[in-house]
C-alpha cells in the first residue's frame, strides 16, 4: 500500500520560496505509468492542482503559477518535491502530494501540510 | 481551462436520504475523465469514482457516478453517518485538470 507523506517549513516569508518534499513509500517514484502531483487548497476553500512529474522528469504546471512552480524528483531517497517562489499570502494553503494514475486520477494522497505565509 | 461548478454548495439531509450532487463543466470533458474525491474534516480526498462511473477501489456500492460531456452527477444512495462530508469533482481530460467547488453534504 502506498502511502505519502509531506514535509517542509510551515512558515514562509513572503518573497521568499517554499519548498516542499513527498517522501513515498511503498512504491517507487522510478515506476512507469504514474504521476507525482501536488495539489493546494486554500482556507475554507476548493482543491487547486499544481502539477506534476513523471519518472522520466516530464512536468506539467498549471498555467497560473508557471512561473513561479518548480517539481522535481529526488529517485535516490524516492522522494518528490515542490519549490514555488516569491510567495505572498496568497500562497497560504494546506498542500498535498498524490500519486496519479496514467489516466490521471488521483489515487493515493498525502495527509497535507498547512503553509502560512507571514513575515 | 474548464470551470467545474459544483451544485448545490450545501446539501441538508438525514442520514437514510439519498443524495443527487451536480458537477457541470464549461465545455466537454475528454474521454469523461471526471472524477469524485470526498474529503472530511482535517484529512486529504479520498477518490470515490472515476471515469465519471468507476467505483474505485473499497468504495461502497451505494456510490455512484453518471453523467457525460458536460454534466455529471455523483448519487449517494441511504446516506450513512460517515457520508456526511465535502465532496469534490475533477476533471483530467484536459490540462491543466481542474477541480469544482465543492459541495458540503451535512446532517439536516
Known amino acids: 500500500q502506498v502511502q505519502l507523506l509531506e514535509s517542509g517549513p510551515g512558515l514562509v516569508k513572503p518573497s521568499q520560496t517554499l519548498s516542499l518534499t513527498c517522501t513515498v513509500s511503498g512504491a517507487s517514484i522510478n515506476s512507469d505509468g504514474y504521476y507525482w502531483s501536488w495539489i493546494r487548497q486554500h482556507p475554507d476553500k476548493g482543491l487547486e492542482w499544481i502539477g506534476h512529474?513523471?519518472?522520466?522528469?516530464?512536468?506539467y504546471y498549471v498555467p497560473s503559477l508557471r512561473s513561479r512552480v518548480t517539481i522535481s524528483v529526488d529517485a535516490s531517497n524516492n522522494q518528490f518535491s515542490l519549490s514555488l517562489d516569491s510567495v505572498t499570502a496568497a500562497d497560504t494553503a494546506l498542500y498535498f502530494c498524490?500519486?496519479?494514475?496514467?489516466?490521471?486520477?488521483?489515487?493515493?494522497w498525502g495527509q497535507g501540510t498547512l503553509v502560512t505565509v507571514s513575515s | 481551462e474548464i470551470v467545474l461548478t459544483q451544485s448545490p454548495g450545501t446539501l441538508s439531509l438525514s442520514p437514510g436520504d439519498r443524495a443527487s450532487l451536480s458537477c457541470r463543466a464549461s465545455q466537454g470533458v475528454n474521454n469523461n475523465y471526471l472524477a469524485w474525491y470526498q474529503q472530511k474534516p482535517g484529512q486529504a480526498p479520498r477518490l470515490l469514482i472515476y471515469?465519471?462511473?468507476s467505483r474505485a477501489t473499497g468504495i461502497p456500492d451505494r456510490f455512484s457516478g453518471s453523467g457525460s460531456g458536460t454534466d455529471f452527477t455523483l448519487t449517494i444512495n441511504r446516506l450513512e453517518p460517515e457520508d456526511f462530508a465535502v465532496y469534490h469533482c475533477?476533471?483530467?481530460?484536459?490540462?491543466?485538470?481542474?477541480f469544482g467547488g465543492g459541495t458540503k453534504v451535512e446532517v439536516k
Open positions: 471515469g465519471a462511473s
Open positions: 498524490a500519486r496519479a494514475t496514467f489516466e490521471q486520477q488521483l489515487t493515493d
Open positions: 512529474i513523471q519518472n522520466s522528469g516530464s512536468t
Open positions: 475533477q476533471q483530467y481530460g484536459t490540462s491543466p485538470s481542474t
